[in-house]
């Protein structure tokens, strides 16, 4: 690893981590400067990697500081090029040049998951959105051979409206995957890459299994974060059938297969199978509301 590579760190008079401070190495970053980003010292999002600007100044920014070992700054560079591409949840970013010095990625600050958007009357077909829309950015991750290999709750974001200037680019309700710090760029495509030795990831690994079929594993953990969005806001009711076997399927049975994994459907299949199941859930909540009306008059 690089010596230049975070995390940073602040020190105290005593030569021990500053954990709440700003290290001066980020603050005296030329882009830093130039741009007049007041970084919060306080509220380090990962201490020593990433760190956000003060909430009084519109818009509010992430920087992250990138690891130049890993790809992550490639697959920016990639993602980044295709952003009016409706398919394509990157969040809007920019990188720093690698001759203003080591590389920063400068993104909004999105502080709502998925999950502060649902209430207690979104409707499952509301829901399913979410979830369509998850599928959807790890599709088009897939379509262009790469696997993001940590995708969990905390890695999807949903933005809002709710500062007065928000980011340009972002779109409301709109679901971005973020944090490509493990992910991988591969030469072969779902249903033909075997596996690979996985990285450490915030999800936890079936089964205590090291090796998988990488874009497998991304829809693995998909089903979990769709899981999620479902059984958000219940209110104490089991999650209706269809959808449950749904994720069922979704998260498959894993067998440890050291070839293409197809103990679970691509990210593709998934999606489709899901539209159709969204639009079932709509004709069904539209007879349940009429009947509804109908017997109240």
């Not at 190495?25 to 030329?30: D, G, T």
């Not at 979410?130 to 969990?152: R, S, T």
């Not at 059984?231 to 293409?260: A, D, H, K, M």
Request: a neutral charge; glycine letters at 6%; charged letters at 20%.
């Amino acid at each position: 690893m690089s010596s230049d590579n975070p995390p940073w760190f602040a020190h105290d008079s005593n030569g021990g981590i500053a954990i709440l401070e700003v290290p001066s190495r980020l603050k005296s970053h030329p882009e830093v400067i130039r741009r007049s980003l007041e970084l919060e010292p306080a509220n380090p999002m990962k201490v020593g990697v990433v760190y956000v600007t003060t909430y009084s100044k519109d818009p509010q920014c992430v920087v992250k500081i990138l690891d130049t070992d890993s790809e992550e700054r490639a697959i920016y560079h990639r993602l980044l090029q295709d952003l009016d591409c409706p398919r394509n949840h990157t969040i809007p970013a920019e990188l720093t040049s690698l001759e203003a010095g080591h590389p920063l990625l400068i993104m909004p600050f999105v502080w709502l998951s998925y999950s502060d958007h649902i209430r207690k009357d979104t409707s499952l077909f509301e829901k399913l959105g979410f979830c369509l829309q998850v599928l959807e950015g790890v599709e088009y991750l897939h379509d262009h051979k790469i696997a993001h290999l940590d995708l969990c709750l905390g890695n999807v974001v949903a933005s809002s409206n709710a500062r007065h200037q928000p980011y340009p680019g972002l779109t409301s309700k709109k679901v971005y995957i973020i944090d490509f710090g493990s992910a991988r760029q591969l030469s072969l495509g779902p249903g033909v890459q075997p596996a690979i030795k996985l990285p450490s990831s915030q999800m936890p690994k079936p089964r205590g299994i090291e090796y998988l079929d990488p874009y497998s594993w991304d829809v693995y953990c998909a089903a979990d974060i769709m899981r999620d969005i479902l059984e958000n806001n219940l209110n104490g009711l089991s999650l209706p059938t269809i959808p449950r076997l749904y994720l069922e399927w979704v998260s498959g049975r894993e067998q440890g297969c050291r070839g293409p994994c197809h103990c679970r459907p691509t990210a593709r299949r998934a999606r489709q199978v899901l539209l159709v199941l969204r639009w079932a859930t709509c004709v069904w909540e539209y007879c349940t509301r009429t009947l509804r009306y109908l017997s109240d008059r």
